[in-house]
T-cell receptor, first 119, second 115 residues
């Protein structure tokens, strides 16, 4: 079974609109972390936002926020006021175990969502 | 920019050859992880090094091996290259303190093509 599921292979969004990228996860570990990374065509994975399983509040970083619904095992990324530079692949990833990093088993990534912002 | 660097940026090899990829971690980080990203897929965890020892490994065969040096830089070695090894190889560095690892920051990657 997939541990990270991203159901939107591609999305087209008008500039300045808000966009929600879906991510569901599967783990039996009570301690885990969820991450979103952005990957432009250049290839580098850019860290956007982190949510720990015990965090009481949804994470926010500038225009990025994470809609964390623990009971539903979902961790959707919300980008407010989208910009042309937001066009990229977006990956949801999970770490199982303590710490906010990958742990000895590394990060498990989804297949990604290709977001295209249209002017 | 994260401060994580990788070399080379691109590489072309033929089947059966060996390759070494290099990674310099971000200043202050002591852990390096390597990932393989095939075209159209998410990255897959290869292994992780902490204090110069491998302390975690994904589902990759032994012909994928690595090293971490005292300055926390790292190498990924792949022997007996196969066509399916063609991918983007990503290095990520992080800080581990008292068994807790912080967020991983990635380098720009090395694109390997095996012919």
């Amino acid at each position: 079974a997939q541990k990270i599921t991203q159901t939107q292979p591609g999305m087209f969004v008008q500039e300045k609109e808000a966009v929600t990228l879906d991510c569901t996860y599967d783990t039996s570990d009570p301690s885990y972390g969820l991450f979103w990374y952005k990957q432009p065509s250049s290839g580098e994975m850019i860290f956007l936002i982190y949510q720990g399983s015990y965090d009481q509040q949804n994470a926010t970083e500038g225009r990025y926020s994470l809609n964390f619904q623990k009971a539903r095992k979902s961790a959707n990324l919300v980008i407010s006021a989208s910009q042309l530079g937001d066009s990229a692949m977006y990956f949801c990833a999970m770490r199982e175990g303590p710490g906010s990093g990958g742990g000895a088993d590394g990060l498990t990534f989804g297949k990604g969502t290709h977001l295209i912002i249209q002017p | 920019e994260t401060g994580v660097t990788q070399s080379p940026t691109h590489l072309i090899k033929t089947r059966g050859q060996q390759v070494t990829l290099r990674c310099s971690s971000q200043s202050g980080h002591n852990t390096v992880s390597w990932y393989q990203q095939a075209l159209g897929q998410g990255p897959q965890f290869i292994f992780q090094y902490y204090r110069e020892e491998e302390n975690g490994r994904g589902n990759f065969p032994p012909r994928f091996s690595g090293l971490q040096f005292p300055n926390y830089s790292s190498e990924l070695n792949v022997n007996a290259l196969e066509l399916d090894d063609s991918a983007l190889y990503l290095c990520a560095s992080s800080l581990e303190i008292a068994g807790l690892q912080e967020t991983q920051y990635f380098g720009p990657g090395t694109r390997l093509l095996v012919l």
